[in-house]
């Protein structure tokens, strides 16, 4: 069956790095459009980055832009999110994602 197992996750200080893994089992990453979501608590999930099956970035969210970069690598059948100088504002919970199929989550903390 489909799932997707997000790591990678951590505390880290602002302007700090980390790379997020979604590993993907069930299906092949390649053949499917990909994204990554973000969830701070008691707000909305917001939508922060996309790859579609032939390998085409969508354009990020303001929020992100020329900070986060999605790329994938097929012959791991996982996704990637690099995200670069984080503010504490992108502390959330990141969840990869397919059509309606969820991972677990991944906790991001941006903090001093």
């Known amino acids: 069956q489909v799932q997707l197992a997000e790591s990678g996750g951590g505390l880290v200080q602002p302007g700090g790095s980390l790379r997020l893994s979604c590993t993907a089992s069930g299906f092949t990453v390649s053949t499917y459009s990909m994204r990554w979501y973000r969830q701070a608590p008691g707000k909305e999930r917001e939508w922060v980055a996309a790859?579609?099956?032939?390998?085409?970035?969508?354009p990020y969210p303001d929020s992100v832009k020329g900070r986060f970069t999605i790329s994938r690598d097929n012959a791991k059948n996982t996704v990637y999110l690099q995200m670069n100088d984080l503010r504490p504002e992108d502390t959330a919970v990141y969840y990869c994602?397919?059509?309606?199929?969820w991972g677990q989550g991944t906790q991001v903390t941006v903090s001093s």
């Open positions: 994602n397919r059509n309606t199929y």
């Open positions: 790859i579609g099956a032939t390998g085409d970035v969508a």
